[in-house]
């Protein structure tokens, strides 16, 4: 009995070791630059400003902001439904693409994507730090943000999401017919 007691309690010491090392490593990955690569983030807010990137956003009144990255399957999954947002909304608002990496993988990827974007900025810091692709914004002409879609968005919620893009492209006073 007493034989067993002492593997449960060297395996009970190994796991906390072993859960202690992951623990560490996880808080070291969530402080690096290695966050901002894979995605990991604190979330942009409404009424946040998205930040200068060399863009007058005094331009346009209506500024949709996709954020990206060449090497995210999301993002890949999502360019079809893209390339219809931006058939719709033509040149009724600005289209910028915000990449996290360098310029030539960032227009590589709208290439071979088919995503005919207006302003395409890379090597993108943002002012909440890191950022989840895919992800879509609406800015107004302050850069500040007003509307927030994340993630690949289903079959099933696009047809909402083409309404809700018309709905804040016409609250400013522009029309998409």
């Known amino acids: 009995m007493r034989k067993y007691f002492g593997i449960a309690l060297d395996l009970l010491l190994t796991a906390l070791a072993v859960l202690s090392v992951w623990t560490f490593a996880q808080d070291r990955i969530s402080r690096s630059k290695f966050a901002t690569v894979r995605g990991e983030s604190r979330n942009p ?5 998205i930040g200068d990137h060399g863009i007058n956003w005094k331009d346009s009144k209506s500024n949709l ?18 390339k219809t947002i931006l058939t719709q909304v033509k040149s009724k608002a600005r289209t910028v693409a915000l990449f996290p990496h ?27 730090g890191s950022f989840t692709t895919p992800t879509i914004l609406f800015c107004n002409e302050e850069g500040k943000i007003q509307r927030i879609w994340k993630g690949v968005i289903g079959l099933d919620s696009q047809s909402a999401v083409l309404q809700e893009i018309a709905s804040e492209i016409s609250s400013v006073g522009i029309n998409l017919e």
């Open 102 to 128: 360098g310029q030539l993988k960032a227009a590589a990827f709208l290439r071979s994507s088919d995503l005919s974007i207006q302003v395409l900025r890379s090597q993108v810091t943002l002012p909440w």
């Open 65 to 82: 902001v996709f954020l990206l990255k060449e090497d995210c399957i999301f993002c890949n999954k999502a360019a079809p439904f893209y």
């Open 45 to 49: 807010e409404i009424g946040g400003y």
